[in-house]
């Protein structure tokens, strides 16, 4: 596609529910980040993939978020028993360079409530 | 400046007069920095970046200026269009492995017919 592809726009689930979030990058980018945004703040980072693997995971909060992309093209981010803490904006980005600091192109999206 | 909650600061300005965005970052190690513009309901978009070794860049109607001695980087847009109404992410890059970046707390730009 012509850019980065988030669904679902948005999710409400209760709380202790799991989720998952998808990401579709732009094609041929090698590079995969998640971020998470709460309101009023900047973007937070979460994980970072080059290919398949992830190669940064540090920003996951806790053992109740995982990522994977499988086939190093679409990524899944996946929430276990949700907490109203975990009520955010979850943003994808990809990006040609990997490594060199190059542009990232962020999706619009997946806005997550947690009730 | 930094947000608290919901209270991102505001920047407000006659459509047409120049804007100035300023950012304070707090690694002196970063060497890579970048503004995003965000509006509602959307993505963080790419607007310029600029390397550690440079102290100016400048793109179409925006500058960004870095100061690394007081770790202060600004933007500044020219004749400032309604468009430009957004949120503003100054952000870092405090790894050179990937493009794992910090973002700041945003400013809020206003721009009035």
């Known amino acids: 596609g012509a850019g980065v592809s988030q669904t679902p726009s948005n999710k409400v689930t209760e709380k202790g529910k799991y989720v998952e979030l998808r990401c579709d990058p732009i094609s041929g980018h090698t590079a995969l980040y998640w971020y998470r945004q709460s309101l009023g703040q900047g973007p937070e980072f979460l994980i970072y993939?080059?290919?398949?693997?992830?190669?940064?995971d540090s920003g996951l909060p806790n053992d109740r978020f995982f990522a994977v992309r499988p086939e190093g093209s679409v990524s899944t981010l996946k929430i276990q028993r949700t907490e109203r803490g975990d009520s955010a904006v979850y943003l994808c980005?990809?990006?040609?360079?990997?490594?060199?600091?190059?542009?990232?192109?962020f999706g619009e999206g997946s806005r997550l409530t947690v009730l | 400046g930094e947000s608290v909650g919901l209270h991102l600061p505001t920047l407000s300005v006659q459509e047409g007069d120049n804007s100035i965005i300023n950012c304070a970052y707090s690694n002196s190690a970063s060497d890579y920095f970048i503004w995003y513009k965000q509006e509602s309901g959307k993505g963080p978009q790419f607007i310029i970046d600029?390397?550690?070794?440079?102290d100016k860049r400048q793109g179409q109607r925006v500058t960004v200026l870095l100061n690394k001695t007081v770790k202060h980087l600004s933007l500044q847009i020219a004749a400032t269009q309604p468009g430009d109404s957004a949120v503003y992410f100054c952000?870092?890059?405090?790894?050179?492995?990937?493009?794992?970046?910090?973002f700041g707390g945003g400013t809020r730009l206003m721009v009035k017919p």
């Open positions: 952000a870092e890059n405090r790894n050179n492995a990937g493009n794992m970046l910090t």
């Open positions: 600029i390397r550690s070794n440079m």
């Open positions: 980005a990809s990006s040609l360079h990997p490594g060199s600091a190059g542009e990232l192109f």
């Open positions: 993939f080059q290919g398949t693997g992830a190669a940064d």
